[in-house]
């Protein structure tokens, strides 16, 4: 299972330019009809900022960095969500129900990894902060704040 989720962790970098490509060449083969070619076209650019902006935020999560595998969850999701994409680029009967699944799963995606990140940076930033006031006689708050007891009153001067 570790393996899947590595060779997942490195398939991303190389789907950001192969998915949006295969929309392209999968309309070029399946699809039918010129008209629609913008919109796939556009389509595929807004695909490859996603793609780029997700494999970035995955590589900014610090136990991602360190085991260069994507967690359980993650994995899932990108597997569903890249999967959803390479359906939808066939342009069968079949396609709108891969667009909506291909969204579907690319927001849960999105906002799977945003939550990993965010959840590991709070737990480094609340573990730096207690190491840091342990030794400075500061006392942490329940919500991770520093407080050593006094009250400062910051003025600004009169104009």
């Known amino acids: 299972m570790t393996t899947l989720r590595r060779a997942l962790f490195r398939w991303q ?13 999968g309309f070029g083969l399946f699809g039918s009809g010129a008209g629609a070619f913008f919109l796939v076209f556009f389509g595929a ?4 900022v996603f793609l ?7 590589r900014l999560r610090p136990a991602v960095r360190e085991t ?4 359980g969850w993650d994995a899932a999701a990108t597997m569903a969500f890249h999967l959803a994409v390479v359906g939808l680029g066939f ?13 579907v799963f690319g927001l849960c ?4 990894t ?35 007891g006094e009250i400062v009153v910051v003025r600004e001067p009169r104009r």
């Open 52 to 58: 780029g902006a997700l494999a970035g935020l995955t």
């Open 45 to 48: 650019v807004v695909l490859f």
């Open 68 to 71: 260069r595998a994507l967690g």
């Open 91 to 103: 342009f069968g009967a079949f396609g709108p129900a891969f667009g909506i699944a291909a969204v």
């Open 13 to 25: 970098l190389f789907a950001v330019p192969v998915l949006p490509l295969w929309l392209l060449v």
């Open 114 to 148: 945003v939550g990993g990140l965010v959840r590991e940076w709070r737990g480094r930033v609340v573990g730096a902060v207690a190491r840091a006031s342990a030794g400075s006689g500061f006392a942490t708050t329940a919500r991770g704040a520093l407080d050593d």
């Open 109 to 112: 995606t999105f906002w799977l």
